[in-house]
């Protein structure tokens, strides 16, 4: 008989044995902390939230129990699927019914892509910075990244031709309008430039879409896979996290034919299929826009919240910090000095009550420390005032501490 007590270690896959604390999480946890204006978030202002149109919707979901409580397809219910099919055909992107498979958020788009794409070593080539979720998620299956050199538009078409002789790529992964974190939109030549690139190489191309409804000037841009021939090589993911509620959890991809069998059988035995009361919630709200309230004061609003952290931030900056100034979407991206240290900075930041997320995370190379993301869409702005003050005198007690000046 045994009297001791042996300690139990579950040993987790070798994806997961190294396995540190999610900076996602560690983001959330900086947001939620009393007292502290957060610049550090990339969550909706929730005075915008529609709530009547939303309570509407899921009313009128629940008065179809026999489908909306029952399990559903795989793919998504048929009545989302053909609501979504016509508004992406009528922005630019012909689109039936089975092109469309609906994801629990555009985040199991990345994950799905991912089961069924990514092979250990296989390469994608990535914007510099990126989505960290998106290198987190595509690094799990093994994937390895080259960061592509961009400009102010994003992607130089030139560096991606080269990149893609030299390394030969499973998949590209871009997010052409108001990128996370960086701000920047492609152009319209340059998007054209890089769909000329990727269609004459043969390159899969994943197009993340979650900012696109939050522009606050500028024309609206067609996707890349709008222009001939992209639509069967790309991947488009979108999502009504950025434009109704995240916490609906309802997104959707538009897939090329050659690739949709897999997707649908990665999606079963991940979650069989996403929320169906969800579902037929989604496609009455998008059936009724009658019912919407209008987002006319929200892009308002966030557009001059985006104009005043642009405004005030560089005078809480080191001389010859580069801020970028974006057309929609939700963040700021700033490049300090060689010299500075984003992650080291932070602690100063939070002692001081503000926050904002290092960059470090958002490289492929984690050994650049000078950058910092910083989100403006929920705070008012006399706290984007308050929180740039807290954040200039945080930098001014880490250069004293580390004789920076």
Request: proline residues 6%.
């Amino acid at each position: 008989m045994t009297t001791g007590v042996t300690e139990f270690t579950p040993q987790l896959s070798r994806n997961f044995a190294d396995t540190e604390d999610s900076p996602v999480r560690a983001l959330l946890d900086l947001v939620s902390r009393p007292g502290v204006i957060s610049f550090a978030g990339g969550i909706p202002d929730a005075t915008y939230f529609d709530v009547d149109a939303i309570r509407d919707a899921y009313r009128a979901s629940l008065e179809r129990p026999d489908r909306s409580l029952q399990y559903s397809s795989s793919e998504g219910e048929l009545e989302l699927r053909e609501i979504l099919a016509a508004r992406l055909t009528d922005e630019g992107v012909p689109t039936s019914s089975d092109d469309l498979l609906v994801t629990t958020g555009s985040q199991q788009g990345l994950t799905l892509m991912g089961q069924v794409m990514i092979d250990p070593g296989d390469v994608i080539l990535v914007e510099d910075p990126t989505y960290l979720a998106a290198l987190q998620t595509f690094g799990l299956s093994g994937a390895r990244f080259v960061a592509v050199e961009c400009d102010d538009e994003g992607m130089l078409p030139d560096h991606l031709e080269s990149a893609i002789a030299e390394h030969v790529p499973k998949l590209v992964y871009l997010i052409p309008s108001y990128q996370n974190p960086s701000g920047r939109t492609m152009t319209i030549s340059r998007r054209r430039a890089v769909a000329d690139v990727l269609r004459a190489t043969g390159t899969m191309l994943i197009e993340d879409d979650p900012y696109s409804s939050l522009r606050y000037s500028g024309e609206a841009l067609d996707p890349i896979c709008a222009f001939e021939g992209m639509a069967e090589q790309t991947v488009l993911l979108q999502t009504l996290s950025k434009s109704v509620a995240p916490g609906i959890r309802l997104g959707w991809a538009r897939v090329p034919s050659a690739i949709r069998d897999a997707l649908i059988v990665a999606k079963q035995a991940i979650d069989l299929h996403s929320s169906t009361v969800d579902q037929y919630a989604a496609a009455h709200f998008l059936a009724h826009p009658e019912n919407h309230r209008s987002d006319e004061e929200k892009l308002r609003v966030y557009g001059q919240r985006c104009h005043a952290l642009a405004r005030e931030l560089p005078r809480a900056l080191p001389e010859g910090s580069r801020v970028t100034t974006p057309l929609g979407g939700m963040f700021l991206w700033a490049e300090l000095p060689e010299a500075y240290d984003t992650d080291a900075l932070l602690p100063y930041a939070m002692r001081e009550g503000v926050g904002f997320v290092p960059g470090s995370s958002f490289h492929v190379d984690t050994s650049i420390r000078n950058t910092m993301r910083l989100s403006f869409v929920t705070n008012a702005e006399d706290d984007i005032v308050e929180g740039v003050n807290r954040l200039q005198r945080a930098v001014a007690a880490y250069e004293a501490e580390r004789n920076l000046k």
